[in-house]
Nanobody, 124 residues
């Protein structure tokens, strides 16, 4: 069982930045592929990005590419999501997730562990 705890959410004006962090309780953190998702009220959970265990080849959807950056520190069991040039439509609860499976990382159902989420609100 892996516990994930997100932090760093908050209220920011459009154009601003936030950095989310997710800490995992596992001794094998580097074996997990880590993903970030978000969910706005009344909408489905949306893929925001993912990173492989080694920290290589992060992937992003077009909606955040060039604005969001995922990184990880395996020594600290931490994955981060740097969000720049935030827009009101980025407002959502953001979740980190973990999986060891070699499946499509943009699919929420392919993750086995989820954090409780952290609220990000971007005002216009």
């Amino acid at each position: 069982q892996v516990q994930l705890v997100e932090s760093g959410g908050g209220l920011v004006q459009a154009g601003g930045s936030l950095r989310l962090s997710c800490t995992a309780s596992t001794r094998t953190f580097s074996a997990y592929r880590m993903g970030w998702f978000r969910q706005a009220p009344g909408k489905e959970r949306e893929f925001v990005g993912a990173i492989w265990g080694s920290g290589s080849n992060p992937v992003y959807p077009d909606s955040v590419k060039g604005r969001f950056t995922i990184s990880r520190d395996n020594a600290r069991n931490e994955v981060s999501l740097q969000m720049n040039s935030l827009k009101p439509e980025d407002t959502a609860v953001y979740f980190c997730a973990a999986t060891m499976r070699s499946l499509r990382l943009e699919v929420a159902g392919n993750y086995d562990y989820w954090g409780q989420g952290t609220q990000v609100t971007v005002s216009s």
